[in-house]
């Protein structure tokens, strides 16, 4: 039996709005328990919301990159259920006229394919506050703690079709999603902070099936890894299932990442009826035309745009644009050095290599990169004037993310520039072969096919006599015409 | 003193008559000596009320006061009230401070005006004889063994039993114009969004509208005046320019086209009370008004609809009372549920009780269409009503309630016969119109109310009309016998 | 129309509201009672009609997005039942 993974995504952005979605109060992160929540974030009795005019500049824009119909009516609702973290007691959010309806996005799979995955809508709403269940009260035995800092926050909730097929599919869906609000500059995007969060609807069918299987809802989804992680663990579950003869249980499910599995959530089975009515506090939102015309001609160019202009103005291969494409940051990044060095492959190289594993190794973004783009834009034109090998490139490399300066300075410091004169190579190569009397004996009897593998036992000891800086191409000319005459 | 209306506290304040300190303390000694009876204040607040007026004292001597500056009020315990207690008639919020003021209270402040205290409401505002209230019920001063109508009783008896020249209330479904009229008050529902709801705790946000009851049309302008206006922290706001609604109170009313709707005299309306209402429009003929028959066939609807509506607006707008960051906590909760269910079922009464399981059963899965959705489209029929009505006449006049106040208890236990009390004056909620209530007249010693309707944002019209009326006949002036015993004794 | 106690238990349990044995029955026949009264909407011919969830048909006016709102966390953690650390504190949350 074939089976077939169905997937669709509710993944929630956060907005990066400087006060909340319908208060005054301030939306920073990491601030004290409580302190940026307001009258109105608390549900005091008599308050009332008003709603932020940028989360919907946001929003629309969000519709816009996304190739969706903008909603020029869009109306709040009243989402009802009791929470601690949910201070009014329901969710004000947007249901049956959201403010971005349908749309398609195209996704980039890491072989190279492509795939259109359509948006069924993203709608505005509120963030709910945070439960913290680990510590412990001096005032009372288990108890939660509530923080309504967050409450209130502007989110945007982006629902897709059920058009996902593979895990892969997923995280290629998600990333893209990540890359348009970091474009548009309407969210950080930090899934560590809880800025881009993701729920997974996960089914699985018999291949050939037209039919959708019982699905089960993925909650809260940190990191991409764990998305990929959590939904090939729960489609595995379901298949276990399924090929025992069993049947799916429609549930929400969490996954723990330390497990690497899925359980279900007790507490969330007893069926919840949100009585969704409009909410009578707001009036419906408006957009006109004009509104939404001049969003759409200040859009800014998003990651296909991107990745094909990278491939038509700097030739490079559709993987590359594409990695370089994905976050703003690193094609900012990636312009930058192509253009100072004239060289963008070795641009497209470098930020791929060694900039890559610098700045995985270091945990850190391409933003708080320790090279500047102008730094290794500076290194890479060392290298093409051959004033230094790309091996002592890397050194240079490593000696700038530690802080050494520029490459000039590090190669000046360091003494790196390459030996290109004659007469000192010349001398270093008659050093090396009048210290190997053996080898140059098997080198002279040597089929002459042979010979040029076996040069590189003399290159290497060069190269370690010059401490790396000798001209590899000089020392193979000097070499080879050094070695033919002997014999 | 607590004879005097506003219009005459402004001009005694200013003539020098008396000081804002002197009626303050003479006001608050009334409402010590007689409000036992009444149980129209929830919360007295003389330390503050005479501090008050010690600072609008100042203000009037310095010249430049605002009208209000000084003169005496009190608020429904509906609004927020920063550093008082602001109970909204419910067990719930029996130790709730709030540390911000409604817009209203904010005005009211601002314009110099001194707060006496909070005024007696049915909980939550859910109700139409005050009954419901956790203080207990309020008395009518007319008969204490009658009910005053509610939710704003309490503030419609402080006026009545001259223990406040005016107050503010709120009306939902009738609870500013229903208690004005069983109380001989003069009392105004403004068109939906002309006063702010910031900080009024919310029953039913599409319906809540605040007002004012005074003892006459002229002293509810005063008051209105300083009420109404836009406020951008409530959405529901209307962005109109700010009037003073005195201006035009003596305006011409000849050739007005007053609209009779045959509906609100037929079943259900008490035949005495009926020929009062006539009595009434008989005087405004005379005053050159022209009577004109008209229809709105769907008020029959207009309860049912309302009664759908109001309880699933107020089904969501009361989930906040938690027991989590404010109000009634109950003791030793065992879980999170736990908490939840007993806060709430110790913390409402039975009215909202069944208000909140109403609202909940008509928005719940498989009845939202057959109920919320069904409501909300009669709700269009009987706007359009009024909308065709007014094409043809200026204003709508009628009854404001079926009957006059009925006895304590009697419809307690039977909640449709208490929300069919509000027939007449619900349909203007649902249409967002604005209606007062004016006394016309005595049924065995029990006030009635004529009720009249204008068309939206039309208030200074209404307020004209009905100080036109007022001119003309002394029904306002009515005192409740025991008052005017009181205050013929004190004369003497 | 009388409503049965088991759908008056599921309402009380949605709308957070404990509704003792004792009451139960008189609970069922009031709302009874008030559904019966908005039963008359039933009857009524509304096809093609638009709901109307607001009286007046204005639109909504946007807040510009700034901060306006100080911490006035201890003045609101006074009101609250229970408090510590700046958190209100409730019986433990379980997911």
């Known amino acids: 039996m074939e089976w077939e993974i169905v997937i669709g995504l509710e993944v929630h952005v956060q907005l990066s709005t400087k006060s909340k979605l319908f208060s005054g109060a301030s939306t920073r992160f990491g601030a004290p328990p409580n302190t940026q929540a307001c009258a109105i974030d608390l549900a005091m009795p008599g308050t009332l919301p008003v709603p932020n005019e940028e989360a919907f500049r946001y929003a629309t824009m969000f519709g816009l990159a996304m190739n969706a119909e903008i909603g020029r009516r869009s109306v709040f609702e009243r989402k009802n259920y009791f929470y601690p973290d949910l201070p009014k007691g329901y969710q004000t959010t947007q249901l049956a006229e959201p403010i971005v309806g349908s749309g398609e996005i195209e996704i980039h799979l890491e072989d190279g394919s492509s795939k259109k995955v359509r948006l069924h809508h993203a709608h505005l709403e509120e963030d709910a506050g945070k439960s913290l269940h680990e510590a412990v009260f001096e005032s009372g035995h288990g108890m939660s703690g509530i923080d309504l800092n967050r409450a209130g926050t502007p989110l945007i909730e982006i629902v897709s079709e059920p058009d996902m097929r593979s895990a892969a599919e997923a995280v290629a869906y998600l990333k893209k999603i990540h890359s348009i609000v970091t474009y548009l500059g309407i969210s950080d995007g930090d899934m560590s902070q809880g800025s881009l969060r993701c729920d997974a609807n996960v089914s699985v069918r018999l291949k050939g099936e037209q039919k959708l299987g019982t699905r089960t809802e993925l909650k809260n989804i940190n990191s991409f890894r764990f998305v990929e992680r959590a939904i090939k663990v729960e489609a595995e579950r379901q298949i276990d299932i399924l090929e025992d003869g069993g049947s799916i249980v429609q549930e929400t499910r969490l996954y723990d990442s330390d497990k690497n599995e899925t359980r279900s959530m007790r507490s969330k089975e007893v069926a919840n009826d949100y009585r969704y009515f409009p909410c009578p506090d707001l009036l419906p939102v408006i957009l006109d035309d004009d509104y939404v015309e001049q969003l759409r001609s200040a859009l800014p160019e998003l990651p296909d745009a991107k990745a094909a202009r990278f491939q038509s103005d700097y030739k490079l291969s559709a993987y590359d644009a594409d990695l370089l494409t994905q976050e703003r940051a690193s094609a900012d990044f990636f312009e930058t050095v192509a253009k100072q060095s004239g060289e963008p492959k070795l641009a497209a190289n470098w930020i791929g290599g060694e900039l890559a594993a610098l700045l995985n190794r270091e945990e850190l973004s391409i933003g708080e990169s320790p090279v500047s783009a102008e730094q290794l834009a500076g290194l890479i034109a060392r290298v093409v004037d051959n004033t230094i090998s790309s091996k002592i490139a890397k050194q240079v490399f490593e000696a700038m993310a530690m802080g050494e300066g520029d490459a000039d300075q590090v190669i000046e410091k360091r003494g790196l520039k390459q030996v290109s004169d004659t007469g000192s190579i010349e001398k270093m190569v008659d050093e090396v072969i009048a210290a190997s009397g053996a080898q140059v004996e098997n080198y002279r009897n040597a089929d002459e096919s042979k010979r040029p593998k076996m040069m590189g036992y003399f290159v290497g000891q060069i190269m370690k006599a010059s401490k790396g800086q000798a001209n590899p191409q000089m020392i193979n000319k000097i070499l080879k015409e050094k070695l033919d005459a002997l014999l | ?492 | 129309m009388a409503v049965d106690s088991q759908t008056v238990e599921k309402l009380a349990e949605l709308a957070r509201i404990a509704i003792s044995a004792e009451t139960i029955d008189e609970v069922s026949n009031r709302l009874g009672d008030v559904l019966q009264l908005v039963d008359q909407l039933q009857a009524v011919h509304t096809e093609g009609v638009a709901p109307m969830a607001h009286p007046l048909d204005e639109v909504q006016v946007l807040r510009a997005d700034q901060v306006t709102e100080a911490d006035r966390r201890e003045e609101f953690l006074q009101l609250a039942p229970q408090s510590e650390a700046g958190l209100y504190l409730v019986p433990k949350v379980i997911d």
């Open chain 2, 1 to 492: 003193m607590h004879q005097f209306t506003i219009a005459e506290i402004i001009r005694g304040l200013r003539d020098k008559q008396f000081s804002s300190v002197e009626i303050t303390r003479h006001l608050l000694d009334r409402i010590q000596q007689l409000d036992s009876n009444y149980n129209s204040f929830i919360t007295v607040t003389g330390e503050m009320a005479l501090a008050q007026a010690a600072a609008a004292d100042q203000r009037l001597a310095a010249g430049e006061a605002p009208a209000l500056c000084g003169v005496p009020i009190a608020h429904k315990d509906i609004f927020c009230t920063s550093g008082v207690r602001t109970s909204c008639g419910s067990r719930m919020l029996d130790n709730f401070v709030p540390p911000y003021d409604a817009t209203v209270v904010e005005k009211f402040n601002s314009a110099g005006s001194v707060t006496l205290g909070k005024t007696n409401m049915d909980e939550f505002a859910m109700g139409s004889s005050n009954e419901s209230s956790y203080y207990g019920p309020v008395k009518n001063p007319w008969n204490t063994d009658c009910v005053p109508g509610g939710s704003s009783g309490g503030s419609a008896a402080a006026v009545a039993a001259l223990l406040a020249p005016g107050t503010t209330a709120t009306d939902t479904g009738g609870s500013i114009r229903q208690p004005a009229a069983m109380t001989n008050t003069t009392g105004l529902k403004p068109t939906y969004g002309r006063v702010s709801r910031w900080g009024m705790i919310a029953f039913a946000s599409s319906l809540d509208q605040a007002g004012p009851i005074a003892r006459n049309a002229e002293d509810c302008a005063y008051l209105l005046s300083a009420m109404a206006g836009h406020d951008d922290r409530d959405s529901t706001s209307l962005n109109r320019p700010e009037q003073d609604y005195t201006l035009n109170l003596n305006d011409s009313i000849t050739g007005l086209k007053i609209g009779v709707p045959k509906e609100y005299f037929g079943e259900g309306l008490s035949t005495d009370v009926a020929a009062r209402v006539q009595d009434a429009l008989n005087e405004f003929e005379k005053l050159g008004a022209e009577l004109v028959d008209i229809t709105l066939p769907h008020t029959d609807l207009a309860v049912p609809a309302y009664y759908v509506i109001a309880p699933a607006e107020a089904s969501a707008n009361l989930s906040r009372f938690d027991g989590v960051r404010y109000g009634h906590r109950c003791d030793d909760p065992k879980d999170l549920r736990d908490l939840y269910m007993r806060s709430r079922g110790e913390g409402f009464g039975d009215e909202v009780q069944r208000r909140i399981l109403v609202g909940t059963y008509a928005l719940s899965a498989g009845y939202y269409d057959a109920y919320y959705n069904k409501a909300q489209q009669v709700r269009r029929l009987i706007k359009q009503d009024f909308v065709q009505a007014f094409e043809k006449v200026d204003v709508i006049m009628g009854p404001t309630a079926p009957s006059p106040a009925f006895g304590l208890g009697e419809k307690k236990s039977d909640p449709v016969a208490m929300y069919l009390e509000d027939i007449f004056t619900i349909a203007t909620n649902l249409a967002g119109l604005p209606g007062m209530s004016l006394p016309c007249g005595l049924v065995n010693h029990m006030p009635v109310g004529l009720q009249i309707i204008g068309n939206y944002l039309e208030e200074a019209r209404m307020l004209n009309i009905a100080h036109r009326y007022q001119q003309v006949t002394d029904w306002h002036k009515v005192s409740a016998p025991s008052i005017a015993e009181a205050a013929a004794t004190e004369g003497e």
